[in-house]
């Protein structure tokens, strides 16, 4: 049977040590390195005009959709963490008028 001598024990804890760290760091990148991100103003100007078409909200999803507010925290909208372009709306039974804008007015 090998036995680790001690070298190379002192060896292994700071490796082990620094790939915790490395996980760590993975783990919690988002908030880390992108956190200075915001929406794209022409977008939020976009989701503020399809707010206004809006017929029926009956769970008030889109009360955090306030002029000068960051899109990207808003509910319902999903935002690229490094460009700060909205991605995906999660609006779901929502009912808007005939006339509401065309979603192409909220791309990149």
Same mark, same amino acid.
């Given at each position: +049977?090998?036995?680790?001598?001690?070298?190379? +024990?002192?060896?292994?804890?700071?490796? +082990?040590?620094?790939? &915790?760290? &490395?996980?760590? $760091?993975?783990? &919690?990148?988002?908030?880390?390195? !992108?956190?200075?991100?915001? !929406?794209?103003?022409?977008?939020?100007?976009?989701? $503020?005009?399809?707010?206004?078409?809006?017929?029926?909200?009956?769970?008030?999803?889109?009360?955090?959709?306030?002029?000068?507010?960051? !899109?990207?925290?808003?509910?319902?909208?999903?935002?690229?963490?490094?460009?700060?372009?909205?991605? @995906?709306?999660?609006?779901?039974?929502?009912?808007?008028?005939?006339?509401?804008?065309? +979603?192409? @007015?909220?791309?990149?």
């Amino acid at each position: +049977m090998a036995t680790t001598t001690e070298p190379e +024990m002192k060896t292994r804890v700071p490796v +082990m040590s620094l790939l &915790f760290l &490395f996980t760590i $760091l993975i783990t &919690f990148r988002s908030s880390i390195f !992108c956190s200075g991100t915001t !929406c794209v103003d022409a977008e939020r100007q976009s989701l $503020l005009r399809l707010k206004e078409d809006v017929v029926e909200d009956p769970f008030n999803r889109l009360a955090s959709w306030i002029p000068g507010g960051d !899109c990207c925290k808003w509910a319902d909208v999903v935002c690229n963490n490094i460009t700060g372009h909205v991605i @995906e709306l999660q609006l779901g039974n929502l009912l808007a008028d005939e006339g509401s804008i065309s +979603m192409g @007015e909220v791309s990149n």
